[in-house]
């Protein structure tokens, strides 16, 4: 039995438990099958969630995996609101939250399709701070690292931008391009967020670090500091978490791009500004995320990913028709430009 909100209910679901009314009388029976009319009547009355049977181990997941990222991210809205009034960060809350988190990216074996569902969900800032920190547990795990490593990872990935709460939501929410100077007030936000973690308790060094470096690229092209060359290992892999999350998100001041255009990005920078072992092993794995996905290409044609070659994921042979397949290997010209639910 599984204990879902209303809103998520659909009709079809079963009830997994007698519903009453608030005097006792009985509503609606074990086992009925929810219907359109139903679910008015529950908000109506005022019922905000129900118990289900568990239907296919899909819907189960698909729940589960919702309400942990629902609970992270109200996390991250009542912590980068109390940031910025002032109050210190509770430590140990964001530490349970992002426990939870590494557990669904051990049980749920489509993450980025769950990802893409969850977009848009709340303000990007929020909802990219609970994707940057799933995505960098996801590259914690792909790198065999041992767990404690992975939680600072997660850690690194919620907090990462933290510092954004102190610049202004009209420069972070402008619609297209930045003047130079609000260009430089955007470069704040990493020590904005370094400065504000190093006066909260218990805060880790590595988490810390990486909320300073994760806009550093190892030729000296980022900021704060420009550094060049080495740059913390939890900075660079929320570095690569966070471009990959910004470019597959609707921004304001920029379309989103599908997951191939993403990884080819990923593997640009990967030549002198992003960490190659860590981009290498995402580029490998994402593209062969979507084998049997539904995809648009650039030609308007959609398809089905039928098959990736290991030597360039992000140019797979798509199947666009009874016996009609476009090897995107041997056609430059063409690009996946969507990938369908
Ligand atoms: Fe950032
Ligand atoms: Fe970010």
Redesign the pocket.
């Known amino acids: 039995m599984l204990k879902i909100r209303v809103n998520t209910l659909k009709p079809g679901m079963k009830l997994g438990k007698d519903i009453f009314t608030y005097d006792g009388k009985l509503l609606l029976a074990k086992g009925t099958v929810i219907a359109e009319e139903h679910l008015k009547s529950f908000a109506n009355r005022g019922i905000s969630e129900v118990y289900i049977m568990e239907a296919s181990p899909q819907v189960r997941t698909t729940k589960k995996f919702e309400e942990a990222f629902d609970d992270s991210l109200d996390l991250v809205k009542s912590f980068m609101l109390e940031a910025k009034l002032g109050q210190s960060l509770d430590h140990k809350e964001i530490e349970a939250s992002v426990e939870v988190l590494q557990q669904q990216v051990f049980s749920v074996n489509d993450i980025f399709k769950h990802l893409r569902l969850m977009k848009d969900k709340d303000d990007y800032l929020f909802t990219?701070s609970v994707n940057?920190s799933l995505l960098s547990i996801l590259i914690g795990r792909w790198l065999k690292c041992e767990e404690g490593i992975i939680k600072k990872l997660g850690m690194a990935g919620m907090l990462?931008?933290i510092g954004k709460v102190y610049i202004s939501s009209d420069i972070l929410n402008k619609p297209g391009k930045l003047t130079p100077e609000e260009f430089e007030e955007i470069k704040k936000h990493p020590i904005l967020g370094y400065n504000f973690l190093m006066q909260s308790e218990d805060i880790d060094d590595d988490v810390a670090r990486a909320v300073l470096m994760?806009h550093e690229r190892l030729d000296g092209s980022g900021y704060p500091m420009g550094v060049r060359g080495k740059i913390n290992f939890f900075a660079s892999v929320v570095a690569v978490a966070?471009v990959y999350?910004?470019v597959t998100s609707n921004r304001t001041y920029a379309g989103k791009l599908s997951p191939y255009a993403a990884a080819d990005i990923l593997w640009e920078e990967s030549f002198g500004k992003l960490d190659p072992k860590i981009v290498k092993v995402f580029y490998d794995r994402v593209a062969n995320f979507y084998v049997g996905n539904e995809v648009v290409l650039s030609n308007n044609k959609r398809g089905v990913v039928v098959y990736v070659h290991q030597t360039q994921p992000t140019r797979p042979i798509v199947m666009v028709g009874e016996n009609e397949f476009i090897n995107l290997a041997e056609e430059p010209d063409l690009a996946i430009v969507e990938v369908l639910d």
Do not use: K, R
Request: hydrophobic share 25%; no cysteine; aromatic share 0%.
């Open positions: 990219h940057v990462h931008d994760h966070d999350d910004a």
